[in-house]
C-alpha cells in the first residue's frame, strides 16, 4: 500500500524532526522496537484500562505523583479524550460554560455534543505572529459561568498565569479545565514555566516528550472531579485500548524521573538560542522556549517561504507556518545534531533575508456570543467572496493548529472574509469543517433556521 511505502521512503530522507511527536523518532527514547510483539489485548496478568487494579493502575498513580494531582487517567484517545470528557462531565447539558477563543476545536465539539450555551473570552493578541496568546484574569472574571475552559500553554508558547486564574475559580465556585496539550513538560525544570493548575488539565505526553502519538493523560484536582471523569472515560475511550501505547506511556513516566534529562535539554537550548545570530528575521517573545518561534515578520520572507526553504534545502522539517512565523517545536529527545541544524540553517537564510517594513497582522473582532454549532442546522453554501453579512453555520480554522477562526452563529464580516483570503494566499491550510469543498462557507439559511 502507498501509506506504507511513503513512510519507508520519509524515513530514509534524513529530514530532521521539528515537530512533534516528542520522540523525535530517536529509538533510544522507545524502548519498544517490535511493536507487534506487545500488542496484545487484556489477557491474564495485563490489567484493564477500564478498571485497572495493577499494572495499569501502577502507571496512573506515578503520573499522578508526577503532575502532583489526585488522580491521573491514561488517555489512548490523545487529548482530545480528555477535553470532550471534561466538558462532558463538568458541565449540564444546556448550561453555559465560557470558553477562551483560542481553544482546539476538540472543545467546540464538546460543546455542541452537550448542546451548550457557549460564551467566548477574549484572549490577548500577538499582532506580529497574527496569533491569540495568553488569557488574562481581567477577561475571566467578565464571565459569569460556572465552567471555564482555556489552554495553556498555546500551540505557540504562550503560558496564562493558571494559577492566579485557578484561585479565583475556587474563590467564585467555578471549574477550570485546563488543555495544557503543549504542556506536558512543564513542570520538570526550573528552566521552564510552572506546569498549568486547574480543575482538569489535560496534557499531550507525545507532544513534548518521550511518548508515541495519542498517548495522554487527565489530571483531576479532585476525587470527585476524577469519578465525573471517569464515566465519560468509559463511554467515550475505546474498549480496545492499545498496550503498545501505554508501555510507550510507562516508559515515559520512567524518563521523567530523570531530571538531569531536562537539564541537558535546557543547555542545547539556550546554546541553541545564544549562538544563533539573527539580524532580520528574528525568536519570538514568548514563554515556553521549548517552542521555537522564528518571525519572518520584517523581512522579504513569507512564513511559508521559510518553512519550504528549511524542508527542501536543509532537510528541516518544522511544526507549522503561518503568514508571518514557522514554528519549530523541540524536545528531551532533540539531538545536539538537530539543534546545530536548524542554527546553521537559520543563520545561513537570515545573511540572506532582506529587512523590509513590518506589517502587523490586526486583531480579529470577537463576538462574546454566536448561535450555538447545534442551532445552525439550516443552511446552504456560499462563495467566501458573497458570505459578507452572512450566519456561519459551521467551523471555520486553520489547522493546525486547529483553533477556529469563525464559529457556527457568527456573523461573517468583511475583515473575516480578508483574513480568510489572506491566509490562503499566504499557503496556510484553511478548513471548512462541513463545506463540500472549494472556496464556500455554509450560512445559516435564515428563511428556515
Excluded: W
Aim: with cysteine; proline share 4%; aromatic share 8%.
Amino acid at each position: 500500500m502507498r501509506l506504507n511505502e511513503e513512510l519507508n521512503r520519509y524515513g530514509d530522507l534524513n529530514i530532521y524532526p521539528m515537530h512533534m511527536p516528542g520522540h523525535k523518532r530517536n529509538l533510544k527514547f522507545l524502548p519498544i522496537d517490535k511493536p507487534l510483539k506487545y500488542d496484545i489485548t487484556e489477557i491474564d496478568g495485563f490489567d484493564n484500562l477500564h478498571s485497572p487494579s495493577g499494572i495499569i493502575l501502577e502507571v496512573e498513580n506515578e503520573l499522578s505523583r508526577l503532575y502532583d494531582c489526585e488522580k491521573s487517567f491514561i488517555s489512548v484517545n490523545g487529548s482530545t479524550l480528555g477535553v470532550i470528557c471534561a466538558v462532558l462531565a463538568l458541565c449540564e447539558p444546556h448550561s453555559k460554560i465560557a470558553v477562551a477563543r483560542n481553544c482546539h476545536i476538540s472543545v467546540s465539539n464538546a460543546c455542541t455534543l452537550a448542546r451548550l450555551e457557549v460564551e467566548y473570552l477574549d484572549c490577548e493578541f500577538n499582532c506580529e505572529l497574527g496569533v491569540f496568546s495568553e488569557i488574562t484574569l481581567d477577561s475571566i472574571k467578565k464571565t459569569d459561568s460556572d465552567v471555564i475552559v482555556i489552554t495553556s500553554p498555546t500551540y505557540e508558547g504562550f503560558v496564562s498565569n493558571t494559577k492566579e486564574i485557578y484561585e479565583y475559580c475556587k474563590k467564585e465556585n467555578k471549574r477550570l479545565i485546563v488543555d495544557s496539550a503543549h504542556g506536558a513538560h512543564l513542570g520538570f525544570c526550573d528552566a521552564f514555566p510552572e506546569r498549568a493548575v486547574g480543575d482538569v488539565v489535560i496534557c499531550s505526553l507525545h507532544k513534548t516528550l518521550p511518548a508515541m502519538t495519542q498517548c495522554a493523560v487527565i489530571n483531576c484536582r479532585t476525587k470527585q472531579i476524577a469519578d465525573k471523569i471517569k464515566q465519560k472515560i468509559d463511554i467515550l475511550e475505546t474498549s480496545s485500548p492499545s498496550y503498545v501505547l501505554m508501555s510507550s506511556i510507562a516508559s515515559c513516566c520512567d524518563f521523567l524521573n530523570d531530571y538531569s534529562i531536562f537539564e541537558s535539554y535546557e543547555k542545547r537550548l539556550s546554546s541553541f538560542y545564544n549562538e544563533t545570530m539573527l539580524n532580520v528575521l528574528r525568536f519570538a517573545d514568548n514563554d515556553d522556549k521549548g517552542k521555537i518561534v522564528v518571525s519572518c515578520a520584517d523581512s522579504n520572507l513569507s512564513g511559508k517561504e521559510l518553512y519550504d526553504i528549511l524542508l527542501n534545502k536543509y532537510r528541516i522539517q518544522c511544526e507549522e507556518y503561518s503568514r508571518n512565523f514557522v514554528l519549530a517545536m523541540t524536545s528531551i529527545c532533540d539531538t545536539d545534531e538537530g539543534f546545530e541544524r536548524l542554527k546553521n540553517a537559520l543563520t545561513e537564510i537570515d545573511s540572506q533575508a532582506v529587512l523590509k517594513e513590518r506589517k502587523e497582522i490586526k486583531k480579529p473582532c470577537i463576538l462574546e456570543k454566536a448561535r450555538n454549532a447545534y442551532e445552525c442546522t439550516n443552511f446552504f453554501e456560499v462563495p467566501i467572496e458573497n458570505a459578507e453579512g452572512k450566519i456561519c453555520a459551521e467551523y471555520v480554522l486553520a489547522y493546525p493548529p486547529g483553533c477556529p477562526l469563525i464559529v457556527p452563529g457568527e456573523v461573517i464580516s468583511n475583515e473575516l472574509v480578508s483574513e480568510i483570503f489572506d491566509l490562503m494566499s499566504n499557503g496556510v491550510n484553511i478548513v471548512f469543517q462541513n463545506s463540500s469543498g472549494g472556496k464556500v462557507i455554509r450560512v445559516v439559511n435564515i428563511d428556515n433556521r
